[in-house]
Antibody, heavy 117, light 108 residues
Framework: QVQLVESGGGLVKPGGSLRLSCAAS????????MSWIRQAPGKGLEWVSY????????YYADSVKGRFTISRDNAKNSLYLQMNSLRAEDTAVYYC??????????WGQGTLVTVSS | EIVMTQSPATLSVSPGERATLSCRAS??????LAWYQQKPGQAPRLLIY???TRATGIPARFSGSGSGTAFTLTISSLQSEDFAVYYC??????????FGGGTKVEIK
């Protein structure tokens, strides 16, 4: 079955960096676009970034543009999110999700990123 | 950016009753709308896509309707496992892909 497992979250100081990973299994990874979606504590869902199956097309939310970089390694069935210049408002659970016609199914269990001094 | 607005924020329903959740888009999204269910401490789960197509394994008591700017998720007879937060998401005009603020369905 399809499985997505995120890792790399943790506590980081404002201005710091973190790299999230998402290990995918159970499907042909390169055939699907992937996204990162985040959820601040007690809040709703916010789409963060999209990457096509080949990696040639990438989009970001305005709130992270210029600070976050999405990438993928199809040989390793892995998705990444490099997060730089982190701010307190980036504190959230970050989910990776498999794309289906621009909606998401399934989602990983999420990894918590806390930005605090 | 298309703004998605869900109402009500909280819906109190007794088990076995019908629940009707609303989602409105700031401009037409055609039928490019999905619904997700999220239980505490869990990732969201896809329920409905294309405004009315149930995802694999989703019980028939969940149904979606609407097009354009007004959408509804109906749970015909609430079961204990259905008490959760529900989000709508448009995927017609993007980026960005946008979600509604959510409706919490709680036990009355």
């Amino acid at each position: 079955q399809v499985q997505l497992v995120e890792s790399g979250g943790g506590l980081v100081k404002p201005g710091g960096s973190l790299r999230l990973s998402c290990a995918a299994s159970g499907f042909t990874f390169s055939d699907y676009y992937m996204s990162w979606i985040r959820q601040a504590p007690g809040k709703g869902l916010e789409w963060v970034s999209y990457i096509s199956g080949s990696g040639s097309t990438i989009y970001y939310a305005d709130s992270v543009k210029g600070r976050f970089t999405i990438s993928r390694d199809n040989a390793k069935n892995s998705l990444y999110l490099q997060m730089n210049s982190l701010r307190a408002e980036d504190t959230a659970v970050y989910y990776c999700a498999k794309g289906q016609q621009r909606f998401f199914d399934p989602w990983g269990q999420g990894t918590l990123v806390t930005v605090s001094s | 950016e298309i703004v998605m607005t869900q109402s009500p924020a909280t819906l109190s329903v007794s088990p076995g009753e019908r629940a009707t959740l609303s989602c409105r888009a700031s401009q037409s999204v055609s039928s490019n709308l999905a619904w997700y269910q999220q239980k505490p401490g869990q990732a969201p789960r896809l329920l409905i896509y294309g405004a009315s197509t149930r995802a694999t394994g989703i019980p028939a008591r969940f149904s979606g309707s609407g097009s354009g700017t007004a959408f509804t998720l109906t749970i015909s007879s609430l079961q204990s496992e259905d008490f959760a937060v529900y989000y709508c998401q448009q995927y017609n005009n993007w980026p960005p892909l946008t979600f509604g603020g959510g409706t919490k369905v709680e036990i009355k």
